[in-house]
C-alpha cells in the first residue's frame, strides 16, 4: 500500500482534547500512515495543545502503539491523561 | 463485571450479588467526591468516559484480578456525568473465601482501574474555575500554552 495514500478515519476526541478540537469526533481524510502522524497533523489543524507524550491512542476500540498503522474506516480516539476512580 | 453508570447506583444491591457460599470475606471499596485537591476548594465534578474501551479495559482488569487472587468474583461501577462533593464516583467489591486475598484484589482493581480505565475528571473549583485532573503540566513541547 503507498504509504501517501488517502484513507477516511473517524477520530473521537475526549476530555481536554475534545475542548481543544472543539467537536467530540469527525471524520477526516488523511494521508497519514501512522496514529502517530494522525495525531500530529491534527495537532496542527485543529490546534491540539496536549503533548503526545502523554497521552495514548485507541484504534477500533482497543489500545494500539502510536506506530500503527492506519487504515481506512478505522476509528481513532485520542486518550488523554486518564483520571479514573 | 464493569460497568458505567450515568446514575447513582445502590451499593447495597451490588454487594448482594457477590455473595456466594464459599466466600468467607467480602472487601469494598468506594471512592468518594473529595472537598478539595492540590489546594484548591471543589465543588463539583464530572467524569467523562470513552465507553467501548473503559468497559473493555475495565473487564480485563476484573479477569486479572480473577486470575491473580484466591477470590470468588468481582464487581466494579464507575459513575459518569456531574458528581458533587461527597458522592460515591466509583465502587469496587470483591468475595472470596478468605480475606488476605479479597482485601489484595480490591486494591489491585481500584488501583489499576484508576491507572488504565479511559476516564477522565473534571473538577469545578470554588473560585469557578474548572480543570481536567492530570492534564495541566501536558503542553505540547513546542511551548503552546493549554487552553
Known amino acids: ?85 | 463485571m464493569f460497568l458505567l453508570a450515568e446514575l447513582p447506583f445502590d451499593t447495597a444491591t451490588l454487594a448482594t450479588q457477590l455473595r456466594c457460599e464459599h466466600a468467607g470475606a467480602f472487601v469494598s471499596f468506594e471512592g468518594w467526591v473529595r472537598n478539595h485537591n492540590d489546594g484548591r476548594t471543589v465543588v463539583a465534578l464530572e467524569y467523562e468516559a470513552y465507553s467501548a474501551l473503559a468497559l473493555r479495559e475495565g473487564r480485563r482488569i476484573l479477569d486479572e484480578a480473577l486470575a491473580r487472587y484466591e477470590i470468588a468474583a468481582a464487581r466494579c461501577v464507575h459513575r459518569t456525568g456531574r458528581l458533587v462533593v461527597a458522592e460515591p464516583a466509583v465502587w469496587v467489591g470483591v468475595s472470596a473465601p478468605h480475606r488476605d486475598a479479597a482485601f489484595a484484589a480490591c486494591r489491585y482493581i481500584i488501583d489499576e482501574v484508576k491507572l488504565r480505565v479511559p476516564i477522565w475528571k473534571k473538577e469545578f473549583y470554588a473560585d469557578g474555575e474548572s480543570e481536567w485532573v492530570n492534564c495541566a503540566h501536558c503542553a505540547r513541547h513546542d511551548g503552546h500554552a493549554l487552553s
Open chain 1, 1 to 85: 500500500m503507498n504509504a501517501a495514500e488517502e484513507r477516511e478515519v473517524l477520530v473521537l476526541y475526549f476530555a481536554l482534547l475534545r475542548e481543544q478540537a472543539g467537536r467530540t469526533r469527525e471524520t477526516v481524510v488523511t494521508r497519514a500512515a501512522t496514529a502517530r502522524e494522525l495525531y500530529d497533523e491534527l495537532s496542527a489543524s485543529r490546534g491540539l495543545a496536549l503533548g503526545r507524550a502523554y497521552c495514548r491512542v485507541a484504534v477500533n476500540d482497543e489500545f494500539v502503539s502510536w506506530d500503527a498503522p492506519l487504515r481506512a474506516g478505522d476509528t481513532v480516539a485520542f486518550i488523554p491523561p486518564v483520571a479514573g476512580g
